[in-house]
């Protein structure tokens, strides 16, 4: 049977057994599926000594299968590709742990004399049902995902029909991003945040925007995964650092004593030197550690929660806060909330959104809330579009609000207009 046959015969078997799955698994039906490509095939079989090259392409395999969950499953195809599927994950955060594990071990991979192999691993991601109805196109979609990674030559790649995704895909966006930092064509906007108790503003959340030449105002939500599959990630988390510091600098010169929330990404928290980067801007600026929150997504955190653990012990050992964004969203227990260095839980917008009308949302914000009480964190509501939900979420003992009832992320002269006279406040007085 010739290679291509071969191939194809176990594909089926690959889209058989992701049928099977679903069939018997009809309360969590959510799959993903890895095609996984390694550059460095070619001087893989190469490796000297007769049969020596395809024995290293098994090991490979069996350490990749050693890096999967249970029940998880690795086909090695006949061309040297692999076909991976990630059973009964509960969001992408779970296929993003698994990439980066397969990542790590593959790009510190040593052969049995202990010499590094150069693998160049190159990976393609598929969800279902997100991205596919069914196994086949699923596993097709992968593949798609896969030809992408390596057309623009990054180390891993979502399937995404995303209009933004698509259209940002083809950019070299190591150098775009460097050229809109050179160029100022980065800012960053300043959303306010209340203190529902006493309705005073109590810090600022920094917000990333992007106004491109050609393509006009680029979201966060679009650009920042781009930015996070290169190294770009880290210049610009070093940016909004330095300039969300240096702000807070000028306004405790003004007697204006507010906090600063930035977002970070779980790309920063692999950087081993981030703990210490964080330190010297404080410094740098004349920051005050515990007015500064570092914002991590849940989703981001549970990618790989011993690592994060680490770090974010070292972060807050400098006395920075540290908050759970998109709070809700990205847990499979919550176990891991007892060990975790955290100060503060952000409630998901889409819990917010619907509070006033529907009763299940509103009981996972009490549920939140209570957690929030028992381990004594403190809590932000975010995306409160209504005042009648900010008033619900005070009543139900939420600390902290942030949404569009208040205000929407500013620059920072129309916050500082918006601080002299802040409407909604009136309205809350009246
Ligand atoms: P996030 O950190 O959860 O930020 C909240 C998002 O909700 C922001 O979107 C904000 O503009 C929006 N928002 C605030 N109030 C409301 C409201 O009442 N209703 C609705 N519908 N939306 C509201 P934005 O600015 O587009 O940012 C999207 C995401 O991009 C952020 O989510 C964050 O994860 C990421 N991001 C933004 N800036 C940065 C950054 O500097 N670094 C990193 N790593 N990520 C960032
Ligand atoms: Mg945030
Ligand atoms: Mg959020």
């Not at 071969?6 to 018997?24: M, N």
């Not at 790009?107 to 190159?122: K, L, Q």
């Not at 908050?323 to 809700?328: C, Q, T």
Request: charged letters at 20%.
């Amino acid at each position: 049977m010739d290679i291509l046959a071969q191939r194809s015969r176990q594909e089926t078997q690959v889209i058989d057994g992701i049928d099977a799955w679903l069939k018997s698994h009809p309360d969590q039906p959510r799959v993903a599926v890895i095609s996984l490509a390694m550059l460095g095939m070619p001087r893989l079989r190469a490796h000297p000594g007769g049969l020596a090259g395809e024995t290293l392409i098994r090991n490979i395999h069996a350490r990749i299968q050693q890096v999967l969950r249970p029940g998880d499953h690795c086909e090695l195809l006949s061309d040297g590709e692999c076909l991976i599927s990630l059973y009964g994950i509960k969001n992408v955060g779970h296929a993003q742990l698994a990439v980066r594990r397969l990542l790590h071990e593959l790009n510190n991979y040593s052969d049995e004399a202990g010499y590094r192999v150069h693998t160049g691993p190159r990976l393609g991601i598929a969800l279902f049902p997100d991205n596919a109805s069914n196994a086949p196109t699923l596993v097709h979609k992968a593949g798609l995902a896969l030809d992408m990674a390596k057309a623009a030559d990054q180390e891993f790649l979502f399937y995404s029909q995303g209009h933004g995704q698509e259209k940002l895909f083809n950019w070299n966006i190591d150098q775009e991003l460097e050229r809109a930092l050179r160029d100022d064509e980065l800012q960053l906007h300043y959303q306010p945040q209340l203190s529902l108790a006493n309705q005073e503003v109590s810090g600022v959340e920094a917000l990333l925007r992007w106004q491109h030449p050609e393509h006009g105002h680029i979201s966060p939500a679009d650009f920042i995964p781009l930015a996070e599959r290169s190294r770009i990630i880290h210049p610009l988390t070093r940016w909004c650092l330095h300039t969300c510091l240096r702000q807070l600098g000028e306004w405790a010169s003004l007697d204006r004593h507010r906090n600063m929330s930035v977002n970070i990404s779980s790309y920063n928290l692999s950087d081993p030197g981030f703990a210490e980067m964080v330190g010297n801007a404080l410094q740098l600026w004349h920051v005050p550690a515990p007015r500064l929150t570092l914002e991590i997504t849940e989703g981001a955190l549970l990618e790989d929660l011993d690592y994060a653990t680490g770090v974010l012990g070292s972060l807050r050992r400098l006395g920075v806060r540290i908050s759970i964004d998109d709070f809700g969203t990205g847990y499979s227990s919550l176990s891991y909330l007892k060990h975790l260095p955290v100060d503060e839980l952000k409630i998901d917008q889409s819990f917010v959104r619907n509070i006033l009308n529907d009763r299940h949302d509103r009981s996972i914000v009490e549920t939140i809330i209570k957690i929030a009480r028992d381990f004594n964190f403190s809590l932000v509501a975010e995306g409160i579009e209504q005042e009648a939900a900010l008033l619900l979420l005070d009543e139900m003992g939420c600390h902290t609000g942030q949404g569009y009832a208040i205000a929407r992320p500013l620059p920072h002269s129309a916050l500082m207009n918006w601080l002299e006279n802040p409407p909604a406040l009136k309205q809350h007085h009246a």
